[in-house]
């Protein structure tokens, strides 16, 4: 049993931006990224399997499932041990003249059961007649029922990436699964068909923080559109060296120091330096725990998944982090590049940089030589 450790940190605080819209206030907060560091018992488990991170009640997955003709979603939640939610979301298809369409049911399972035992559904939607839509409540069934016998047929999954060999009639018959520790619930991150086509694949991971957090139920997308730049070279500026701990980074004047660990480039970009302390002893859970936990979206945000980029290197004992964060209500995208190297107490000295697309395009060498510099 692995002893809990809780540490609450404000790893990457906050920064304005210029509201396009409304001129009245001039500045407003975009992003406020909390994450907690806590690993305890399972709060919440699913039937039949022990997770190897343990998942925490409001955790939730959503997927790209390319088995429909139109773009499509599922998204899977856990209350608790014994309660989820399962979400049907296809967003509004102009060229087909398909509205906008969504199911949801809620699900009780027996925690007891060492199989897909439910015991009770509600329908959270509106089922229309005359639709396919009792078809797709019949489909999401099935995708539990699937889910969860093949999670337990893999047995472990214990790192990033085990892929098994399937064969899955509602995928068109043979298929790779691919299982990664950091999804939560069914660990299921790719399914992926006989010609090597991702047919269902993990967009996003989250946890909702409190029933005000809508940030499940509004799910409709990761894509924002990119915007249109010039490249610019920015001026040459004195260069400065920032610290924190036994870390430094080097900027220029044009950063201003708003805390002992954090700075802001004007309203484009933000960096925070901290220290993340060791969660557990077994070393691939400590660290597949504390990835999960910093690709997780956050309330009013959706971290892209499909497109994050994890590397290690060995001879600095370090994981690069590299994402994109969609914001939907000013429908703009948040790069953020997250540095962890393991320091001599087992914990991550921790490094973010987080920056407004626009401004990352216009001059990405100019934030890429900042990350370069972080020692």
Not at 1 to 26: A, K, Q, W, Y
Not at 100 to 112: H, Q, Y
Not at 200 to 205: A, E, G, L, Q, S
Not at 307 to 326: G, H, P, R, W
Request: net charge negative.
């Amino acid at each position: 049993m692995v002893e809990p450790v809780e540490t609450t940190f404000d790893i990457c605080g906050h920064f304005d931006r210029l509201n396009d819209r409304i001129f009245i206030s001039m500045k407003k907060t975009i992003l406020s990224i909390i994450t907690t560091i806590l690993l305890t018992a399972a709060v919440s488990a699913l039937p039949g399997f022990t997770s190897f991170i343990p998942d925490s009640a409001g955790e939730y997955v959503y997927y790209r499932d390319s088995s429909f003709t139109r773009e499509s979603y599922i998204g899977i939640l856990g209350y608790d041990d014994s309660t989820i939610q399962i979400r049907y979301f296809a967003p509004q298809d102009d060229t087909a003249m398909l509205p906008a369409k969504e199911i949801a049911i809620l699900i009780t399972v027996d925690p007891k059961s060492d199989f897909w035992n439910m015991t009770g559904e509600k329908i959270i939607s509106t089922i229309l007649p005359d639709t396919d839509d009792t078809d797709i409540v019949n489909y999401l069934h099935d995708l539990l029922y699937e889910f969860s016998a093949r999670r337990i047929s893999a047995v472990a999954v214990e790192s990033g990436k085990l892929i098994l060999d399937q064969n899955y009639a509602q995928f068109g018959g043979q298929v790779a699964i691919t299982f990664d520790a950091r999804i939560p619930l069914f660990n299921i991150r790719t399914i992926t068909d006989d010609k090597g086509t991702k047919v269902f694949d993990c967009v996003t991971i989250g946890t909702i923080k409190s029933s005000e957090d809508k940030s499940f139920e509004a799910f409709k997308g990761v894509s924002a559109p990119k915007p249109e730049v010039t490249k610019e070279t920015r001026k040459a500026s004195k260069a400065k060296i920032c610290k924190f701990e036994t870390r430094q980074v080097t900027l220029d004047e044009s950063w201003e120091q708003k805390m002992e660990n954090f700075w802001t480039l004007g309203n484009d970009s933000l960096i925070t330096m901290s220290v993340l302390p060791k969660v557990a002893e077994n070393k691939v859970l400590n660290d597949l725990y504390v990835q999960r936990k910093l690709l997780e979206s956050t309330e009013g945000s959706y971290t892209d998944f499909q497109n994050c980029e994890i590397s290690y290197t060995q001879a600095k004992d370090s994981y690069k982090l590299v994402s994109t964060s969609f914001f939907p209500e000013s429908n703009i995208n948040v790069y953020l590049t997250k540095l962890l190297t393991r320091n001599k107490d087992g914990g991550f000295d921790y490094f973010s940089i987080s920056t407004y697309q626009a401004a990352y395009l216009k001059n990405p060498l100019y934030f890429d030589k900042i990350i370069k510099s972080y020692k």
